[in-house]
């Protein structure tokens, strides 16, 4: 298992002091010990030398039992010596084995802190994505190398930021200019069918371009709300989960009916904050997407809720079994689980990329899973809102 970089560099400091600070107790050992052997061995030398220079006569019989009590003397000073110099080795010893502990801790907090500043990068690139490219680190502090590294991520960010921005533009921008001639050509389609003066030849193709000029503008549609659910959020409101899934339903009452389809809805309170717009285009997608990849008679289920701290939408419908490995691909755009713009009739192929970008900006994530009777459970959780508490509590 590898260690983390904290650990690293705390058992790097611990090893340095561990090193530095044994280093210094034999030091300090060693010149203790010198400074004892030389006191003593010059205190000794010099008790030696008196006791040589007084005369024999004048010391009469007591020489050998001066001799004895000398060398008793020196033998209790050399005990003393090892007892002082053992007393302090232990004292060393302890003393090192507690600061050793001391600095490995204070070590690992001091790592933490100047590690911070990186985990702060680490955060803020974990929470990009194409539509929070906003989001700048603009760390404070001194100018050294982990300010210069968060500086200059930003400078990336700035350039990301505004490339990210031109193509959304020239999306937007190309969308309203193809708008206007299909709009053109529908009024004059629209026309042609509703005279009586055109043959059934014509009528005939008019109604054949008629559907091909719709279904343009619903790719156009497409693409002018993907390039728009991509963007920064520029309306933030509080929205009923419940509220959104039931107008949703609501919409494709139609479509439902046709198709002979059952809709069951569980709306439970959920409130998020966010653009109830884009929000509400999410669940219609899904909820179209139910409908449309659905067999006759089928069932799709709509419901709302909480759970784990999260507000939840889960859309399930049934349908042809999907396997695990398509399921991947569909929020790419242009994507369908039976290959790449195929059945267009269908739609644009733009719905669940749609679906896709509206969640991401909203801070949610998006969980997939092939139903083992057929279709799919699509959730998508989002940052809730708590409830307010209610007063008197």
């Known amino acids: 298992m590898r260690l983390s970089v904290r650990a690293r560099l705390t058992l790097v400091y611990g090893a340095l002091f561990m090193v530095t600070a044994g280093t210094l107790v034999a030091v300090t050992y060693w010149l203790t010990a010198r400074a004892i052997d030389a006191r003593f061995t010059t205190a000794s030398g010099t008790g030696s030398a008196t006791l040589t220079q007084i005369p024999k006569s004048a010391l009469g019989g007591r020489v050998e039992e001066l001799m004895e009590l000398r ?32 600095a490995v801790v204070i070590g690992y907090i001091v790592a933490g802190r100047m590690l911070r500043p990186l985990h702060t990068v680490t955060a803020t690139a974990r929470r990009l994505s194409e539509s929070t490219l906003h989001e700048r680190i603009a760390l404070d502090g001194p100018r050294d190398e982990i300010k210069d590294l968060a500086d200059t991520f930003d400078h990336m960010l700035d350039r990301l930021h505004r490339a990210f921005d031109a193509q959304r533009r020239f999306v937007a921008n190309a969308s309203h200019e193809l708008r206007t001639p299909l709009t053109i050509n529908r009024t004059v389609l629209e026309v042609a069918l509703a005279s009586a003066k055109n043959p059934p030849e014509t009528k005939a193709l008019a109604d054949v371009l008629l559907g091909n000029t719709a279904r343009h503008e619903r790719l156009i549609e497409g693409l002018l709300l993907l390039a728009r659910s991509e963007r920064e959020l520029n309306t933030r409101t509080e929205t009923p989960l419940p509220d959104v899934a039931r107008s949703a339903v609501a919409q494709l009452d139609r479509q439902a009916a046709d198709g002979e ?10 409130t998020v904050v966010g653009d109830p717009v884009l929000l509400e285009r999410c669940a219609v997608n899904l909820v179209e997407n139910a409908v449309k990849y659905n067999v006759p008679g089928g069932r799709v289920w709509v419901s709302t809720g909480e759970e784990n701290g999260a507000a939840v939408l889960r859309v399930a419908n049934t349908g042809r079994t999907v396997p695990s490995y398509e399921v991947g691909a569909i929020f790419e755009p242009f994507r369908r689980l039976r290959g790449d713009r195929v059945g267009s009739a269908e739609g644009a192929g733009l719905g669940l990329s749609i679906v896709a970008a509206v969640v991401r900006a909203h801070g949610g994530v998006i969980e997939t899973l092939p139903r083992p009777d057929g279709g799919l459970a699509i959730t998508v959780r989002l940052p809730a809102v708590p409830a307010a508490v209610p007063a008197g509590r």
Do not use: I, W
């Not at 389809?261 to 959920?270: F, G, M, Q």
């Open 71 to 102: 060398a008793a003397a020196e033998r209790q000073l050399a005990e003393q010596k090892r007892e002082v110099l053992a007393q302090l080795l232990q004292s060393c010893l302890l003393t090192l084995l507690v600061v050793g502990v001391l």
């Open 261 to 270: 389809l059952t809709v069951e809805v569980d709306a439970r309170p959920a």
